[in-house]
């Protein structure tokens, strides 16, 4: 028998809905056509963007990318909060402007800032917020400089006019790398002149390790309302700089240590630990990403 649909009669009649089916799927197809041309366009311009920006931000010339999750921000947002007692609000604009600060310097200076994004930029919004008692800064560890410009910048912001000490030995070894050719006080200097004002260009540098007797005693003229330890992270090198820092502290003083939780450097937490358990005028503030921030009594 026959089918019916090829039977004349059924033709015919059906002709019309045969029709307006072939129009209606032939506008589908076209504006289909026409979503898939306009999303080939959009991923076109995506991978341009992408690949500029990827020269700006990507890890190239640096220890880690800066390119942020929204996640990793909310997650620095409540740590600093909670370190700072500031409203998620403050933390949120203050880590907003750590993190371009971060990138116009790298983009600028001579050598990089060590860390990831998240624990430079937690650092450089923590200390404002807390805040230092008074307004001298002495880091102990200072790789290129760039950290130091960075939180000149951001204490600038929070209306200080910081006094910038660093005690490092410059002598182009870094303590995780072994050696970097950058690590030398032409250097700092060039990249603390990105500051822009009379704290990085008047800013002392004392070449040296911070055991050295010499050294402690040409820094030792002032109590400080900021200590970073950055130096070295084995066990004993910390303990040193913790004593040294509970004795060159102002009352309320931040001290920061940095890479506290950081699994290459084990001997940091250790280090903390034993301190806070032998009696000690340091109180642990709480830890933002892979930072312990301690007040001085």
């Not at 992408?50 to 880690?64: F, N």
């Amino acid at each position: 028998m026959p089918s019916l649909l090829s039977n004349r009669l059924t033709k015919r009649v059906l002709r019309p809905a045969f029709t307006l089916v072939e129009q209606r799927l032939e506008r589908a197809t076209n504006a289909l056509q026409a979503d898939v041309d306009a999303l080939h366009h959009e991923v076109a311009d995506l991978r341009r963007q992408s690949y500029g920006l990827g020269l700006l931000l990507d890890h190239a010339g640096r220890d880690a990318h800066r390119m942020p999750t929204s996640t990793q921000l909310d997650m620095l947002v409540r740590e600093v909060s909670t370190v700072t007692g500031a409203t998620d609000d403050h933390a949120r604009r203050d880590l907003t402007i750590a993190y371009r600060t971060v990138v116009a310097l790298e983009a600028l200076g001579v050598g990089r800032i060590a860390g990831s994004t998240s624990d430079v930029c937690g650092k450089l919004a923590t200390v404002p917020l807390m805040p230092p008692p008074n307004e001298d800064v002495l880091e102990i560890g200072t790789r290129h400089g760039l950290f130091a410009t960075a939180l000149l910048r951001m204490l600038h912001r929070a209306g200080a006019e910081p006094r910038l000490t660093i005690v490092d030995p410059l002598t182009g070894a870094d303590p995780l790398t072994g050696v970097d050719p950058l690590v030398r006080e032409d250097v700092v200097r060039a990249n603390l002149a990105l500051c822009g004002s009379r704290s990085g260009a008047q800013a002392r540098i004392r070449q040296g390790a911070s055991g050295d007797p010499d050294v402690r005693g040409a820094v030792s003229d002032r109590r400080y309302g900021v200590v970073v330890i950055a130096g070295d992270p084995s066990v004993q090198g910390v303990l040193a700089d913790l004593e040294w820092a509970e004795e060159l502290s102002a009352e309320g003083a931040v001290v920061v240590l940095d890479g506290h939780g950081d699994d290459a450097r084990p001997g940091v937490a250790e280090a903390l630990a034993k301190h806070l358990a032998n009696g000690t005028r340091l109180t642990l503030a709480g830890q933002v990403a892979r930072t312990a921030f301690l007040r001085a009594g």
